[in-house]
């Protein structure tokens, strides 16, 4: 079965920084992308970083600069590497595995999302 399962949230200030983690499982191959979205209560989720399997990147305009996605194959994980968080980046992050028609892009696109996470709660407060 096909699972992705995220870990690293927590509370941290204004400032701050957290690592999130994304682990695959249930996969045949590491070819598949990951993408991360954030849900802030009352919105939809929304695309924040992105990596295909061959470790291109994409990332919003919103968090470039601040936060870094990358990949480990061989712990069939991916990473969310964020800085200097602010009060904005609070809420529920979510991993999710894309299906690929190339190695050279990620797409945030819902008809490409195989399975998704079940969140993991990010709190930006002093």
């Known amino acids: 079965q096909l699972q992705v399962v995220e870990s690293g949230g927590g509370l941290v200030q204004p400032g701050g920084s957290l690592r999130l983690s994304c682990v695959v499982s249930?996969?045949?191959?590491?070819?598949?992308?990951i993408a991360w979205f954030h849900r802030t209560p009352g919105k939809m989720r929304a695309p924040v970083s992105c990596?295909?399997?061959?470790?291109?990147?994409r990332t919003e305009d919103s968090v470039e600069g601040r936060f870094t996605i990358s990949r480990d194959n061989a712990k069939n994980s991916v990473f969310l590497q964020m800085n200097n968080l602010k009060p904005e980046d609070a809420g529920v992050y979510f991993c999710?595995?894309?299906?690929?028609?190339?190695?050279?892009?990620?797409?945030?696109?819902?008809?490409?999302?195989?399975?998704w996470g079940q969140g993991i709660q990010v709190t930006v407060s002093s």
């Open positions: 999710a595995a894309l299906r690929e028609t190339t190695q050279y892009y990620c797409s945030f696109q819902e008809a490409e999302i195989i399975t």
């Open positions: 249930g996969f045949t191959s590491d070819n598949y992308g």
């Open positions: 990596i295909s399997s061959s470790g291109i990147r």
